[in-house]
């Protein structure tokens, strides 16, 4: 069983920055992909950013240029650092894993882009 925690979600201004940690309950090195996802209110879930196993990065095109995605293997933690970000960026990030064939998710946190 894996359990995903998230943290690092709140309230920022129009061109600011924040970064997302998720923490992992095993070793993410054996995950086959592990990466972030986010929902806004009325809209499905949607791939931010993702790192597939080995070690390939996608990114969702309406944040290529102002997030990044990182690993730290010996935290078991992935970490989203979002850059001028916009109130479009409002939504819950999700950190998501897949492990043997199954998928699996944090609670969730809330990124709040407004003035």
């Known amino acids: 069983q894996v359990q995903l925690v998230e943290s690092g979600g709140g309230l920022v201004q129009p061109g600011g920055s924040l970064r997302l940690s998720c923490a992992a309950s095993?070793?993410?090195?054996?995950?086959?992909?592990m990466g972030w996802y986010r929902q806004a209110p009325g809209k499905q879930r949607a791939l931010v950013a993702v790192?597939?196993?080995?070690?390939?990065?996608n990114y969702a095109d309406s944040v290529k240029g102002r997030f990044v995605i990182s690993r730290d293997n010996a935290k078991n933690t992935v970490y989203l650092q979002m850059n001028s970000l916009k109130p479009d960026d409002t939504a819950a990030y999700y950190c998501?894993?897949?492990?043997?064939?199954?998928?699996?998710w944090g609670q969730g946190t809330q990124v709040t882009v407004s003035s």
């Open positions: 998501g894993a897949t492990w043997r064939g199954s998928t699996y």
């Open positions: 095993g070793s993410i090195f054996s995950f086959n992909t």
């Open positions: 790192i597939i196993s080995p070690g390939s990065v």
